[in-house]
């Protein structure tokens, strides 16, 4: 599981908002234009993504490889047909089209966790988002990014014990059963003990969050953000450019 790491990367140095805009600026044009040319666009801003983090592809394919395996499964089931010719490439082509879509957008959010704070997401958020709902929404990403790698990490512990004790010679079932029934105790159990702890340490809406501030780096980031989030009006503007077949 990836998770943040120090570095001294170009991209550990830049605002988490100026990150934030290229993320959601990249799935609206990778989703908006799902042609050659949209595609080019997405594979390019990843791999910068990938350079300026220097964060090996490899890396994020063996983290994310459910990910990528689900979908890589989904043009051969686009494609599956329930009589003659039994598989059809029309469909299969137009679903690998559609999955094609998230590669690069996982690639640049796995940048992201690695090269962000978790605290500067929190207030990058709670800036972005005033009032209670930002800070609400601060919390949750705060939360998800601290627990879900000890809740798959005691998925992974919990398989380890049961493959130990001569798991591997039950049927696939019992060992399913087994893993996710322990793993939902102990997540539970990781829950209580995180309210335990947030009451004893007088939880608070609005702590004190790192300082932000954009620098000249991050507005070149920031205006490449902007444009892909735009990139539809040049897709669908009638009379200039060609739009989307």
């Known amino acids: 599981m990836l998770t943040y790491e120090p570095g001294d990367s170009p991209a550990h140095g830049l605002d988490p908002r100026a990150k934030l805009a290229v993320q959601f600026g990249l799935a609206i044009a990778v989703f908006a234009d799902p042609t050659a040319r949209g595609f080019a666009v997405g594979g390019a801003v990843a791999l910068a993504a990938l350079a300026a983090g220097r964060l090996s592809p490899l890396r994020v394919v063996r983290t994310y490889w459910a990910v990528f395996l689900f979908l890589a499964v989904g043009p051969l089931l686009g494609g599956v047909a329930l009589g003659e010719p039994w598989f059809r490439v029309g469909p299969a082509v137009e679903s690998l089209r559609s999955v094609a879509r998230v590669v690069p957008v996982v690639f640049v959010g796995a940048v992201y966790v690695r090269t962000t704070p978790v605290r500067e997401t929190r207030a990058a958020i709670q800036?972005?988002?005033?009032?209670?709902?930002?800070?609400?929404?601060?919390?949750?990403?705060g939360l998800v990014f601290r627990l879900f790698p000890v809740v798959l990490a005691d998925l992974r512990a919990t398989r380890r014990a049961v493959h130990a004790r001569a798991g591997g010679r039950r049927p696939l079932r019992d060992r399913v059963r087994r893993i996710l029934t322990r793993g939902l105790q102990r997540s539970f159990l990781r829950a209580d003990r995180l309210a335990l702890a947030l009451r004893a340490r007088c939880f608070a809406w609005n702590p004190t969050l790192p300082a932000l501030a954009f620098r000249r780096r991050d507005?070149?980031?920031?205006?490449?953000?902007?444009?892909?989030?735009?990139?539809?009006?040049?897709?669908?503007?009638?009379?200039?450019?060609?739009?989307?077949?």
Do not use: D, E, N, Q
């Not at 800036?127 to 601060?138: I, N, Q």
């Not at 990139?231 to 077949?245: D, S």
């Open 219 to 245: 507005y070149p980031v920031a205006a490449l953000g902007v444009a892909l989030a735009a990139w539809p009006l040049v897709v669908y503007l009638p009379g200039r450019f060609i739009p989307v077949a």
């Open 127 to 141: 800036r972005v988002v005033p009032g209670k709902v930002g800070r609400l929404f601060g919390v949750g990403v």
